[in-house]
Structure formats: structure tokens, C-alpha cells
């Protein structure tokens, strides 16, 4: 697998400018500082690039997954915002390998040889017994493990990148989720302790929002790429510790901010919007 911090090239919804201009005008100048090069993704119809378009394996080598999130297709409404991602591939002329798997790329933390995903993917798939999909799953993705979490309890998306992500092969950052459900704690720090993976926690903060589908205060779905590190702020006390934190644990990288409430408010992220790739 290419891990996001071997990522060389971003690539941004043409959405993103036309549906948050305040934040793109922002977020292209921090691009721009960490000499991040970008292009826009054509004819796309939401924001949240990760999702809808293929894992990248290796330098040419593309997994596309079926695009067809039970949280989209049940309305009429929301079922227009699912993009075309073949349309969008050939656009770019990416060929990838395609798989009858129901899986976002949001549901995908990875490292060079693990892969991290909530167990959501098996209800989205279940005319798949679990041993053949979890072993399809490690084929397509070529990887020793594959380790699952349990879905947050309030996320309809069941995306992990907004729960873990990898900092180095056999440590992870996670959120501190000790104001969370006791049991759904102990689900999800023992499902990393059981794949002998240590983790590091960093502040969380999203008590304050309004609706449980609203991302601001969770800083863990930042963008990673070998430019930079971009992480999320939300003009709130814990802004300060996790900058602090990520200088440190990033010592040796450029670590940048950007406002993320605009996007927070309607439930994603950096990670959530970027499609960063090895070229």
C-alpha cells in the first residue's frame, strides 16, 4: 500500500471551490506555502473526494470500490450527490483494477502493510460472507493485516478516518475518547491492543456541537503528505495542545493549519475532501 505520508500530489473536488469558497480561498494559500501541488477532479458532484475514488496500491497500480453509501442512496435527494467515479477517472486517464465491493474510501486507514476499517463494511456487504470478504479485502489491498474497529456509535458514515490513523507501522493515533460509552471505549482500544497495535491519543472535542453529524473539535482527519502535515483548527482551546502535539510528533515535517469549520459543519474533514496519491 502507498500510505498517505508517500502521497506527492493532491487532488481537490471541482466542487470544493464552488461550495466553500471561503475555505478553499484559505486552503489553497496553506497548499500553496507547503508547496503542495494540486489539480481539481472534474464533473464531481460532492466534496468528499476519499470516498468515491479509487485506493491507490501502488504507483500504478488503482483499486476502485462500488461507490454506493447506504447514507446516500436511500433518499432521492442525497442519491443525486453520488458522482460518477468512472467518468471522473477517465477525465484523469486512470484505469483502475474494479471491485463489486461496497466500501468509501473514508473507511480505509492505511500503512504499507496493514489497513485499518470499521466493521461497518460487512453490513454494507451482505451477500459477502465475512472470511471471503475480509480475504478478498486483503488481496485487492495486498496487505499482511487487515484490522477492524468498531463504528462509532453516532456515525452513519462509519468512516474510520475520522477515529484512527497510522503515525508509524506499529503505532497509531487515535482520539481520546475517554468521555465516550465505556463499552465502545474498551471495543475500540482492545481491537488495536488484539493486532498488537499502541496508540497515541490526541484531544477531541466534539461535545459542544449542535448535531451529532457535525466534525468540529475531532482533529484526527487531518491531511498527511511527504510536503506537510495540514491539520484542522476550530477556534477552540484545544487548538493549542494539538498543534503542539503534532510539531512534536511530526518534528521533522512542516506541520500547517487551516480553518476547518466550514467543512466540520457538514460532518467531514481534511482527510474527507483531499485525494492525495504517489505520482
Known sequence: MIPDKQTNFLYLAD???????????????VLNDCNINFQLLPNTKDVWAVDYMPIQIAKDSFVQFVYNPDYLRDTVKWSKTISDVDAICKAINLLPQKSNIVLDGGNVTRTTDKVIMCDKVFTEN????????IKELQTL???DKLIFIPTHPIDFTGHADGMVRFYDSNTVLINDYSKEDI??????????HNSGLSYIEIPYNP????????????YINFLQMQQAIIIPTFGIKQDEAVIK???QLFAAQTVATVDGNDL????????????NIYK
Open 245 to 247: 502535539q503534532f510539531e
Open 126 to 133: 451482505p451477500t459477502i460472507k465475512e472470511k471471503d470478504l
Open 264 to 275: 466540520a459543519y457538514d460532518g467531514g474533514i481534511l482527510n474527507c475532501i483531499t485525494w
Open 141 to 143: 489491498f495486498q496487505v
Open 207 to 218: 461535545y459542544d456541537n449542535k448535531k451529532d453529524q457535525h466534525a468540529n473539535g475531532e
Open 183 to 192: 463499552n465502545f471505549q474498551l471495543r475500540f482500544r482492545l481491537s488495536l
Open 15 to 29: 466542487t470544493l471551490p464552488k461550495n466553500y469558497s471561503n475555505f478553499f480561498s484559505q486552503f489553497e494559500k
